[in-house]
């Protein structure tokens, strides 16, 4: 069952999902998805998390995240958010002048605020990452799954390496 709460009081997976400010399309380049996946795993090994799974959408982000303790999200959230825009402004930005010019100064790079669903059960989760991973594919960007580049689809599907640890988790 999933239910939405602020609360982050049990061991369940959390299904999380970001913008960019104003949806604009700042994810569009590798570059910067790139950022965002090695931030997840930095703050995945810092916080002793496990990644379900992911999806990078050119505007938005998804995944599913597990802590062995309660009370991590809204800490892993703050810095993987902070972190990628810090890292995205300084790195990414002043190479792609047409990138820049998408960011009026002093703009946000994220949505202040991110939402998050509890998942409790094998099945629920299953049902998270289809939806994920079909992203891409809802949006026409390709046909399968398989083809983007930026989910945890191909761990799934084909054992493959995604560019972070994919694991499992307990639950109820
Ligand atoms: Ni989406």
């Not at 009370?71 to 002043?94: N, Y």
């Not at 202040?112 to 809802?138: C, G, T």
Request: hydrophobic share 40%; net charge positive; charged share 20%.
């Amino acid at each position: 069952m999933i239910t939405k709460s602020s609360h982050d009081d049990a061991l369940y997976a959390h299904f999380v999902t970001f913008s960019c400010y104003r949806n604009r399309n700042l994810l569009d380049h590798d570059q910067a998805k790139r950022v965002v996946l090695g931030v997840l795993d930095s703050q995945r090994l810092i916080q002793s998390a496990r990644i379900l799974g992911f999806v990078m959408m050119p505007n938005h982000v998804h995944a599913l995240i597990w802590f062995p303790q309660t009370g991590q999200l809204s800490q892993f959230m703050k810095q993987w958010k902070q972190r990628t825009s810090k890292i995205i402004r300084r790195d990414v930005m002043p190479m792609l002048p047409a990138y820049q010019k998408q960011i009026e100064d002093g703009s946000a790079f994220w949505q202040r605020k991110y939402h998050a669903f509890q998942v409790w059960s094998d099945e629920k989760l299953i049902e998270k990452l289809n939806y994920m991973h079909l992203n891409p594919v809802r949006a026409g960007f390709v046909d399968r799954a398989t083809d983007w580049r930026w989910s945890s689809a191909r761990h799934y599907e084909w054992n493959r390496t995604v560019g972070i640890p994919i694991e499992w988790c307990p639950t109820g």
